[in-house]
């Protein structure tokens, strides 16, 4: 099945040690997205790649980065963890940013822990 | 700004009906998308709707009047497992989501 896929489902890392977030893709959609989002709150987006092209948010802090090496996987690095940080990390994927194929398909999440 | 207005939580019974408001305010619009999510899990997408009108889908239908800001979700035939918090959300002219804050729904026997 098409489909996409988080690693690990459940992180912990120590305050200040650096942490990477993977997704990969089965689905060969154009663009792949990474949200944080925190109890009872909306998924706040952090970036999204268009193919290569990689598209910051204004408010995501320097802390976190993102790699996308090819078109089925993308990485979230985290780089100095700290407690606020703590929080599902949501990767989503659609086929264009439009034109109809707009629609975001999400992996199951991984939820980091911040100690 | 932008914004996205959804009740915090609602409660309905068991094979009962419920309907799960929203209300936009976004710069553009290019449609409205519903997603369930139940709880620690990730959002499965629900609907689209991008013209007015209803968009039914077996138990689940999905409303949107863009003059009025304005779109609904329509649970029927409640089930136990429906309860979950229902996210409404709106791609602006940017093509970017933006998000409520999501619905939770609690089902009662």
């Known amino acids: 099945d098409a489909m996409v896929i988080q690693n690990p489902r459940y992180q912990v890392t120590q305050f200040g040690k650096p942490v990477t977030l993977s997704c990969s893709q089965t689905?060969?959609?154009?663009?792949m997205y990474w949200y944080q989002q925190k109890s009872s709150q909306a998924p706040k987006l952090l970036f999204h790649?268009?193919?290569?092209?990689?598209?910051n948010e204004a408010d995501t802090p320097d802390n976190f980065q993102s790699r996308r090496p090819n078109t089925s996987f993308c990485f979230l690095d985290i780089r100095s963890p700290g407690l606020g940080d703590a929080a599902m990390y949501l990767c989503a994927t659609s086929r264009e940013r439009g034109q109809g194929g707009e629609t975001q398909y999400f992996g199951p999440g991984t939820r980091l822990l911040v100690l | 700004g932008q914004n996205i207005d959804q009740p915090t939580e609602m409660t309905a019974t068991e094979g009962a009906i419920v309907q799960i408001n929203c209300t936009y305010q976004t710069s553009g619009f290019n449609g409205l998308f519903w997603y369930q999510q139940h709880a620690g899990e990730a959002p499965t997408f629900l609907s689209y709707?991008?013209l007015d009108g209803l968009e039914e889908k077996g138990r689940f239908s999905s409303f949107l009047s863009r003059s009025k800001g304005y779109s609904y979700l329509l649970l029927k035939e409640l089930q136990m497992k429906d309860s979950a918090s229902y996210l409404c959300a709106v791609m602006d002219s940017n093509y970017q989501l933006i998000w409520g804050a999501g619905t939770k729904l609690i089902i009662k026997p």
């Open positions: 709707n991008v």
């Open positions: 689905l060969n959609h154009n663009v």
């Open positions: 790649y268009y193919d290569k092209d990689f598209n």
